[in-house]
């Protein structure tokens, strides 16, 4: 009887075993997947940064922009990321809106 409990033990063993492989390789294919999914979102915040960046450029350089209608030169520094981040959000949902 004690033969049979250990074959059975054996089995048992062996089949956690099995489903610990198909886990592992059921995992690597949800990375590959996250990692797939999260190329396109890096690639918009980095756009986005970069749309930023150039906007507090175009601000400290005088140029004159548009936020909500009204005309925007020079903000103070106190302001200018939120200005720029509100000019670029404009932006954006004028692109949006205009696929509509």
Same mark, same amino acid.
């Given at each position: 009887?004690?033969? +049979?409990?250990?074959?059975?033990?054996?089995?048992?063993?062996?089949?956690?075993?099995?489903?610990?492989?198909?886990?592992?390789?059921?995992?690597?294919?949800?990375?590959?997947? +996250?990692?797939?999914?999260?190329?396109?979102?890096?690639?918009?915040?980095?756009?986005?940064?970069?749309?930023?960046?150039?906007?507090?450029?175009?601000? +400290?350089?005088?140029?004159?922009?548009?936020?909500?209608?009204?005309?925007?030169?020079?903000?103070?520094?106190?302001?200018?990321?939120?200005?720029?981040?509100?000019?670029?959000?404009?932006?954006?949902?004028?692109?949006?809106?205009?696929?509509?």
């Amino acid at each position: 009887m004690a033969e +049979l409990d250990i074959y059975q033990v054996s089995r048992d063993i062996e089949k956690k075993i099995s489903e610990l492989e198909e886990l592992r390789i059921l995992s690597r294919q949800c990375v590959r997947e +996250l990692n797939a999914a999260e190329k396109p979102m890096l690639d918009a915040d980095r756009e986005y940064k970069k749309h930023i960046g150039i906007t507090i450029l175009k601000l +400290l350089n005088g140029v004159e922009m548009e936020l909500a209608g009204i005309k925007v030169v020079k903000p103070p520094a106190t302001i200018m990321i939120k200005v720029a981040e509100a000019i670029c959000a404009d932006e954006h949902q004028l692109k949006k809106d205009s696929f509509i």
